[in-house]
């Protein structure tokens, strides 16, 4: 498959992901390209990761998990990180969570939003998890819902918002339906960085030997190949409009 570039000409983004980490398992290393260009990139996280962690407490590992997001996002040049406070490992898709990442669309007004894979399966054919897929579906729906001022109108009144409808695209990291892609030679560094930052995270896991610089290259050199440069991260791009 031949990939096709991402559209750059933007400058805010809104990443709206169901975990601290999930940006880091691909994408972060496009954010650090944006963000070196000037772009805004403002992190929304769904939950705080609190039931990541089978050794540590929800309580502590909300604090820790949130502290390793901020750094995390820090290395790719993102300081904007956000919670919405759902509970970790139970999203379920409705109006709640849409109302909440709809009121992040309105705050923050960007013209991209940026999700993870919502589809049954990983490329390769893994299962997704629940929240992920909760998550994406959400995001979907709530862009729609931002811009229309009668759906969760109260946002307007209460919290001073304004509806907008100025997303163009919604760009789904990790997607097996990806036919676009960025290059992230330059950056790939700074998204290993950005992943070695949940350190607790990742020894929670118990992956032996997991090498997060081995683990995202051969992610970012196999979609490079398909994209003609040494380290590249795909996306499905989803159109908001008629002439996007």
Request: glycine share 12%; no cysteine; net charge negative.
């Given at each position: 498959?031949?990939?096709?570039?991402?559209?750059?000409?933007?400058?805010?983004?809104?990443?709206?992901?169901?975990?601290?980490?999930?940006?880091?398992?691909?994408?972060?290393?496009?954010?650090?390209?944006?963000?070196?260009?000037?772009?805004?990139?403002?992190?929304?996280?769904?939950?705080?990761?609190?039931?990541?962690?089978?050794?540590?407490?929800?309580?502590?590992?909300?604090?820790?998990?949130?502290?390793?997001?901020?750094?995390?996002?820090?290395?790719?040049?993102?300081?904007?990180?956000?919670?919405?406070?759902?509970?970790?490992?139970?999203?379920?898709?409705?109006?709640?969570?849409?109302?909440?990442?709809?009121?992040?669309?309105?705050?923050?007004?960007?013209?991209?939003?940026?999700?993870?894979n919502y589809r049954e399966t990983f490329p390769g054919g893994m299962l997704n998890q629940a929240d992920h897929i909760a998550t994406g579906r959400a995001v979907v729906d709530a862009v729609r819902d931002a811009g229309n001022r009668w759906v969760f109108a109260d946002q307007l009144e209460a919290d001073g918002l304004e509806p907008w409808g100025g997303v163009r695209q919604v760009w789904v990291a990790g997607s097996p339906g990806a036919e676009h892609a960025v290059d992230v030679t330059a950056t790939f560094d700074a998204g290993v960085a950005s992943l070695r930052a949940h350190a607790a995270y990742l020894d929670g896991l118990g992956w032996e030997h997991f090498d997060p610089a081995e683990f995202l290259g051969r992610l970012t050199t196999a979609t490079g190949e398909a994209f003609g440069t040494r380290h590249a991260t795909a996306f499905e791009v989803l159109k908001m409009g008629w002439d996007d």
């Open positions: 498959m031949t990939l096709q570039p991402l559209d750059e000409d933007w400058s805010t983004a809104l990443a709206v992901v169901a975990h601290p980490d999930d940006m880091e398992f691909g994408a972060a290393a496009a954010v650090a390209r944006w963000t070196g260009q000037g772009k805004r990139v403002v992190y929304t996280m769904v939950t705080s990761g609190e039931a990541g962690i089978d050794g540590m407490h929800p309580d502590e590992a909300r604090r820790v998990r949130e502290g390793e997001q901020v750094a995390s996002a820090r290395a790719v040049g993102v300081d904007d990180v956000e919670y919405l406070g759902f509970a970790d490992g139970v999203i379920e898709y409705g109006l709640p969570l849409r109302r909440a990442i709809a009121g992040a669309v309105r705050r923050h007004r960007p013209e991209v939003v940026i999700t993870g």
